[in-house]
Nanobody, 123 residues
Framework: QVQLVESGGGSVQAGGSLRLSCLAS????????LAWFRRAPGKEREGVARINFGGSSTYYADSVKGRFTISQDNAKNTMYLQMNSLKPEDTAMYYCAAGPGWSLWRSEQFRYWGQGTQVTVSS
């Protein structure tokens, strides 16, 4: 059974940094995508960043390019999202998601979801 467990959320002032972690387990696919999505109050869920787990390809939403970095530690089955230069508009619940195959991006392509971790950025 696939499980995704996020950690690392919290409250920070604008300009600050946070690092989110997603511990993944139970995969049977040879290739899969791991991604971060977020949902702010009153807004649609949006993709933030994606990595081909076991590969090297990454993809970012335009709104976070140059500020966020997605990475992986294969030995620990863990994905990270380093968030720098945070803005109040980054405030949202952040979700880790996984799906079979590489280079997924649309939320409906991701079969497994974590419970989410809250990120709050104050001005």
């Amino acid at each position: 059974q696939v499980q995704l467990v996020e950690s690392g959320g919290g409250s920070v002032q604008a300009g600050g940094s946070l690092r989110l972690s997603c511990l993944a387990s139970g995969f049977t696919y040879s290739r899969y995508s791991l991604a971060w999505f977020r949902r702010a109050p009153g807004k649609e869920r949006e993709g933030v960043a994606r990595i081909n787990f076991g590969g090297s390809s990454t993809y970012y939403a335009d709104s976070v390019k140059g500020r966020f970095t997605i990475s992986q530690d294969n030995a620990k089955n863990t994905m990270y999202l380093q968030m720098n230069s945070l803005k109040p508009e980054d405030t949202a619940m952040y979700y880790c998601a996984a799906g079979p195959g590489w280079s997924l991006w649309r939320s409906e392509q991701f079969r497994y979801w974590g419970q989410g971790t809250q990120v709050t950025v104050s001005s």
